[in-house]
């Protein structure tokens, strides 16, 4: 390959990445909500699988938690916390961390 022909294949390359760049660029990124401020507990799992979480959408659990999106629906399909219970926890455990919290 001559100096010529990679030239004209450098500026073809160059024309391909800007294309596909153009195309990126006019993605729109989906909100998964909030970002993670800490891991994710024993009793946050409890809540979003068993507690007064398990009926809020992914998104609303994950930012009355201070989780991200991902390890709420981790959780909840199973990936993480696969041996939380329904019945290791109960409603007067998380009023009791709540005012430990605050």
Known sequence: MNQKEMIER?????????????????????????????????????????????NKGHKD???????SYGQVYSARGTYTFKDVKPDEYTLEDVAKEAAAEA
């Open 61 to 67: 659990a994950a930012k009355a938690l201070g989780l």
């Open 10 to 54: 450098i500026e073809a390359l160059e024309t391909q990445v800007k294309s596909l760049q153009e195309k990126v660029d006019g993605i729109r990124v989906r909100d998964r909500g909030p970002r993670s401020t800490r891991a994710m507990s024993r009793l946050d799992a409890w809540r979003v699988l068993h507690g007064d979480l398990k």
